[in-house]
């Protein structure tokens, strides 16, 4: 079974930094890409940022980009969402998702964990 | 960047209904375009993709669309676990983008 599990959030000021990871397992953790997508209070979804497979290549929101970095490590099957200069609209819930063979929509997610950024 | 505009923002039906949602492209997609269903408090689910495909275990009754650049999601009957949020998503090119979100609640 396909399982991905967040951690990491929690509260934090506005100008800090916070790193999220999300634990995969029940796949081939190796041989896909991966996305953060977020959700903020009451709103829709918001991605985020995606790594390739190998980790080799990155695509970012222009909203986070420059403040947020993504990485991964294949042999710990993890991977991780750097954030720093965090602003309070940066305060969401934050989806671990898996990307879907070759097509960039997302075919198993995590149940989140909450960023508040606030003073 | 590609805008997905989903329409109705929420919609009151009954148990049976049947029920579509649809989202425009800003521009051309092609066929990348997911349908996902979200619970409150829950993690999104894969509904449909490509259009038209459903995802693995996802019930007949839900069906994807498409004319032009406007993409559907028709629920037909609708059944009480149902009731939830559905959104969008283009994955043509990138800033990936979301639709605003049906809520579609009990009548």
């Known amino acids: 079974e396909v399982q991905v599990l967040e951690s990491g959030g929690g509260l934090v000021q506005p100008g800090g930094s916070l790193r999220l990871s999300c634990a995969a397992s029940?796949?081939?953790?190796?041989?896909?890409?991966m996305s953060w997508v977020r959700q903020a209070p009451g709103k829709g979804l918001e991605w985020v940022l995606s790594i390739s497979s190998s980790g080799d290549i990155t695509y970012y929101a222009d909203s986070v980009k420059g403040r947020f970095s993504v990485s991964r490590d294949n042999f710990k099957n993890t991977l991780y969402l750097q954030m720093t200069s965090l602003r309070a609209e940066d305060t969401a819930v934050y989806f671990c998702?898996?990307?879907?063979?070759?097509?960039?929509?997302?075919?198993?997610w995590g149940q989140g964990t909450l960023v508040t950024v606030s003073s | 960047d590609i805008q997905m505009t989903q329409s109705p923002s929420s919609l009151s039906a009954s148990v049976g209904d049947r029920v579509t949602i649809t989202c425009r492209a800003s521009?051309?997609?092609?066929?990348?375009l997911a349908w996902y269903q979200q619970k409150p408090g829950k993690a999104p689910d894969l509904l449909v993709y490509g259009i038209f495909r459903l995802a693995s275990g996802v019930p007949s009754r839900f069906s994807g669309g498409a004319s032009g650049t406007d993409y559907t999601l028709t629920i037909s009957p609708l059944q009480p676990e149902d009731f939830a949020t559905y959104s969008c998503q283009q994955y043509y090119s990138s800033p990936l983008t979301f639709g605003g979100g049906t809520k579609v609640e009990i009548k």
């Open positions: 998702a898996k990307v879907g063979g070759n097509d960039w929509y997302f075919d198993h």
């Open positions: 521009q051309g997609i092609s066929d990348s």
């Open positions: 029940g796949f081939t953790f190796s041989s896909y890409a």
